[in-house]
């Protein structure tokens, strides 16, 4: 079984920055890849960014040059680095890892963390 626990979520002004981790922990052989979504009020859950094994990245057109995705492998770990946040960034985010457990190739969820930005 697969635990991820998130944290740095928070409230913060326009303009400032916020950090988010996800650490994955449990039976893991290895990660294929680990990421971030966030689901707004009422709107749908959308991914944010991606991170695979070989460190390529993607982000949604909406974060490019302002979140920065990033890995600590030996931690089983994934960084969200949040600059220059809007309004619109308000949502939950939700961490989400693909890995080889001892039960095979899964994704799991994290249960998720407020940001709040303020105008």
């Known amino acids: 079984q697969v635990r991820l626990v998130e944290s740095g979520g928070g409230s913060v002004q326009a303009g400032g920055s916020l950090r988010l981790s996800c650490a994955a922990s449990?039976?893991?052989?290895?990660?294929?890849?680990m990421g971030w979504y966030r689901q707004p009020p009422e709107k749908q859950r959308d991914l944010v960014a991606r991170?695979?094994?070989?460190?390529?990245?993607m982000y949604a057109d909406s974060v490019k040059g302002r979140f920065t995705i990033s890995r600590d492998s030996a931690k089983n770990t994934v960084y969200l680095q949040m600059d220059n946040l809007k309004p619109e960034d308000t949502a939950v985010y939700y961490c989400?890892?693909?890995?080889?457990?001892?039960?095979?190739?899964?994704?799991?969820w994290g249960q998720g963390i407020q940001v709040t930005v303020s105008s």
């Open positions: 989400i890892t693909q890995v080889v457990s001892d039960t095979g190739s899964s994704a799991t």
């Open positions: 449990g039976s893991i052989f290895s990660i294929k890849a």
């Open positions: 991170i695979n094994s070989s460190g390529t990245t």
